[in-house]
């Protein structure tokens, strides 16, 4: 089946650092992908639609300038947390669809992201 | 009000026993909904979709009820591997091709042998 693999699972950094996570579709194309931040406890929130070849679409409340997207490709999406701070630490999950509705929507594994 | 709204649980059953999940949505014009399924620290995964006219999966079945914005999982006979967190997903068509889906906070399970 579909496999969308993500990384780094895990990372530690320093306060003030960036941060980049990629997103990649393995055996299909991806023309959106979607990325999400879940904080213990809560729901994942949809930060942001990836759009391959244009700008992001972002949330309300989600800095653009802070949570870089880039889709520069059909099968990668990266995220670029810059000047990464404590209260951004949390669980960055990023997904592709590989047709249309919810049942062909795909999830990477997840990055935790520490900042110290 | 929240958009996707689960039961806040956690809910602590015995091995074999029947338990059921309640989820609200808002938007009336919502499109699809889904049960996924959480392990702790991992990524969500599709349970199962919810028909209005009801569908069941072997051991789970799901039940919609669009006038009242409602959607239920029941679990049958519930296995120690069950323990997870049951999240309500909405789906909404936003515009051409694109869809958004909502997820509710997630109702924890656990059972116990």
């Known amino acids: 089946g579909a496999v969308v693999s993500q990384h780094p699972s895990r990372v530690i950094c320093k306060s003030g650092t960036s941060v980049k996570i990629e997103c990649r579709s393995l055996?299909?194309?991806?023309?959106?992908m979607f990325w999400y931040r879940q904080f213990p406890k809560q729901s994942l929130m949809l930060m942001a639609t990836s759009n391959e070849g244009s700008k992001a679409t972002y949330e309300q409340g989600v800095e653009k300038d802070k949570f870089l997207i880039n889709h520069a490709s059909l099968t990668l999406s990266t995220l670029t947390v810059t000047s990464a701070h404590p209260e951004d630490s949390s669980f960055y999950i990023c997904?592709?669809?590989?047709?249309?509705?919810?049942?062909?929507?795909?999830f990477g594994n997840g990055t935790r992201l520490t900042v110290t | 009000r929240k958009e996707v709204e689960q039961d806040p649980g956690p809910f602590n059953v015995p091995e074999g026993a029947t338990v059921a999940f309640n989820c609200t949505y808002s938007?009336?014009?919502?499109?699809?909904f889904f049960w996924y399924r959480q392990d702790c620290r991992k990524e969500p995964k599709l349970l199962m979709s919810v028909y209005s006219s009801g569908n069941e999966d072997g051991r789970f079945t799901a039940q919609l009820n669009r006038a009242s914005q409602y959607i239920s999982l029941l679990i049958r006979d519930s296995k120690l591997s069950d323990s997870a967190t049951y999240l309500c997903?909405?789906?909404?068509?936003?515009?051409?091709?694109?869809?958004?889906?909502?997820f509710g906070k997630g109702t924890l399970l656990t059972v116990n042998p």
């Open positions: 997903v909405v789906n909404e068509w936003s515009g051409g091709s694109n869809y958004k889906l909502t």
């Open positions: 938007n009336s014009a919502s499109q699809s």
């Open positions: 055996d299909f194309q991806a023309t959106t």
């Open positions: 997904s592709a669809r590989d047709g249309q509705g919810a049942s062909t929507l795909h």
